[in-house]
């Protein structure tokens, strides 16, 4: 299977902007296109205006938060020819998909995480990663972003129009996440601006602070790492909590922090595989405690127990979305490995950050 598709951005914020906007414009638009599409199947479909009325109100929280990240949006607007509100809206997917019960159902997607470090592993590196799950038209994309301004060399995962997912930073700073749905979600700065700003970090406390200090929308696990250590930081809207990681960790798409089991709504109802895959994950990590490198690594993210709903995440009739890829990072290698697909039929690939710590 070829190769992910690799997109080169160069320069400052608002001119990368606009050539990711420029590279992938024909799939931002397919991609804002089926997002609304889908919202609206079902019998009570919400309006496109209310959609992108909700995701507005976000604005001025990211404005605050990361008046720059703003400014990559309005190139990737202008790049892709499309207009700004709804590149945002794209930026507030996880949020817009709280907008209703209906949508939440549409919008699903998960992720299974993990962390192994210090005796965890064979040669006290660090290495963090996940799986991609979810629906077929969230097409993933590598990001290499090579700033000329005072920004992060960041390579990372993406879908069109995004800002932020899952990367990997020229300080070493690694980060993964997992959508959770708590009960207190509010109008606040968005998960992919939250994620963003944890890769502009150059060291742990920087980019944990990232997260606890935002005025946070949504829930979300972030799971962060540098070379040497890792920390979780499992969060609601108004809440978190934090644990370091001594060897190995694994977390999905539930609560698992005792303070925080209070606030989880019924993501594990609709996804209830993910009960199965965070603790199938950590069985496996203490199974290979002590020896685990990339090539266990590898091995983790195709495990088939509880198939079809397993780590490594296959189609079935009653949960049409799968493991678009797997995405693995060596902090103190430079190194990100991911699948274009799922990693038990393609393997993974490689990519390098040009510069590191």
Known sequence: MVKMKIIELIGSFAERGFQHGQLLQKEIH?????????????????????????????LPYAQKFAPELIKEIEGIAQGADIDFEKVFFLNCYDEVSSYSPDVVAKGLKGCTSFAATGTGTFSGSTFIGQGWDMDSWYMPYIFHSKPTDHDKEIIGLI??????????????????????????????????????????QNNLSGAIGMVISAYRANGLNYLIACPEAAVNVEATAQKYAVSYVHDVFSHANHYEASSLLGYEEYLPNIVPDTLVRSGRMRQLLEQYKGSIDLNVCKKLMCDHVNYPGSICRHYSPNSPWQTQSSIIYSPKDGLMLASNGRPCEVGFDEYHLEHKS
């Open 30 to 58: 397919e991609f804002y296109e089926t997002w609304i599409k889908v919202a609206q199947e079902g019998p009570n479909p919400p309006r496109e205006k209310d959609l992108l009325e909700y995701a507005k109100m976000h």
């Open 159 to 200: 879908h069109p129009g995004l800002i932020g997912g899952s990367g990997l930073n020229d300080s070493g700073i690694a980060f993964v996440w997992n959508s959770l749905k708590p009960t207190d979600t509010r109008i606040g700065v968005p998960v992919n601006f939250i994620g963003r700003k944890v890769l502009q």
